[in-house]
């Protein structure tokens, strides 16, 4: 028997047992359906046969409405600052060093006395100050001034030049000012100042009684000065010139005092040639006290006189000074002195 056949039988008795078997003996399910798979399912298969049935559409590139401008890097390294240059002005006038060389600003002053003011400028324009530029009055009070003075010479920029003015105070006490500019031959004024319109001044105040005055003078003092000072060692019957510092002087005339030894007392002092002198209390006299104390020519006693004691005097030449008896050793005195000079007198 071939394969063939074999498997034609085996056909053949698979089909009568399936044609015996009752279709009431197969137990047969009833399906459930869920309508959301369902659902799903249908769904799924519209998009599906959608799908199937499109072409493909070429995705389109959509052109950008606004094109935005890409920011540059700012560069955040500070420059440098350059200050414009001011063009320097033709007529320009600054303050010297000092700008009050004369009455300087709260100057005391008598009524109706007479002074000259004098201010130190500066040109600090670029063009020359010739003899027709001038110092003007500008406002205040003019005291009597005259109002216009021409300039004595060129004043080139950068150059200084001293301004004066002959004024008076006025007679009424009280506090004065004068203001001052330049003017240049067009008429044009300026000055002093930043900006170089300010006026410069004279400032004074007028009083009735004044103790300064108002330039500068010499300081006087009460004290004269030291015409000549030593120390002399005396012994007896010395003769002392004190205008010169001279032990026994040639000329007797100018002895001013007497050293003695002995006597009814042990030491004295007696005057020559018109001295006059006085004992004083305390310490170093200084020559108010020499002058105005009342001196005698009187001699004097060592006891009344110990050591460490000053004596003003006026000498033979009418200087003024001062003894000091410092020591005593043996027969031996030793005194110091100081005189004063005549120029204080």
């Known amino acids: 028997m071939t394969k063939n056949m074999k498997k034609i039988l085996l056909m053949g008795l698979l089909l009568l047992l399936l044609a015996a078997c009752s279709p009431e003996d197969i137990p047969v399910s009833t399906p459930t359906f869920n309508e959301n798979e369902l659902n799903k399912t249908a769904a ?16 389109q590139t959509l052109e950008p409405i606004y094109t935005a ?34 009455v300087p600003d709260g100057t005391l002053m008598a009524p109706g006395e007479s002074f000259s003011k004098t201010w130190r400028l500066e040109n600090v324009g670029k063009c020359t100050w010739t003899p027709q530029y001038k110092i003007t009055y500008f406002s205040g009070n003019s005291m009597e001034a005259i109002q216009n003075h021409p300039l004595n010479a060129p004043v080139e920029p950068g150059e200084v030049v001293d301004v004066t003015v002959d004024m008076k105070a006025p007679s ?5 000012q004068s ?4 003017i240049d031959p067009q008429g044009e004024l300026f000055g002093i100042g930043p900006n170089g319109d300010a006026p410069f001044w004279v400032q004074i105040e007028v009083v009735i009684s004044i103790t300064t005055t108002p330039q500068p003078s010499p300081t006087v003092t ?34 001013d005092f ?26 170093e006299p200084i020559y108010e006290d020499c002058v105005t104390g009342e001196l005698t020519s009187n001699a004097i006693t060592y006891d009344e006189l110990p050591l460490g004691t000053y004596v003003c005097f006026q000498t033979s030449d009418g200087l003024h000074g001062w003894l000091l008896f410092e020591s005593l050793e043996g027969d031996q005195l030793t005194v110091s002195f100081l005189t004063w000079s005549t120029s204080a007198e």
């Open 179 to 182: 203001n001052w500019m330049l």
């Open 222 to 255: 009460n004290t004269p000065m030291v015409y000549l000072t030593g120390e002399l060692t005396l012994v007896d019957q010395d003769q002392v010139d004190l205008d010169d510092g001279i032990i026994n002087p040639m000329d007797v005339t100018q002895t």
């Open 69 to 102: 401008t890409a920011i540059p890097t700012i560069d955040r390294t500070r420059p440098s600052i350059n200050t414009p240059t001011a063009e320097q002005a033709c007529n320009a006038a600054a303050a010297g060093h000092p700008i009050d060389v004369t």
């Open 172 to 176: 009424t006490p009280g506090f004065y």
């Open 258 to 283: 007497v050293y003695q030894q002995g006597g009814d007392t042990a030491l004295s002092f007696s005057t020559m040639n018109g001295t006059e002198w006085l004992i004083m209390d305390g310490n």
């Open 44 to 59: 799924s298969r519209a998009t599906a046969d959608y799908i199937q049935t499109q072409s493909v559409v070429p995705t």
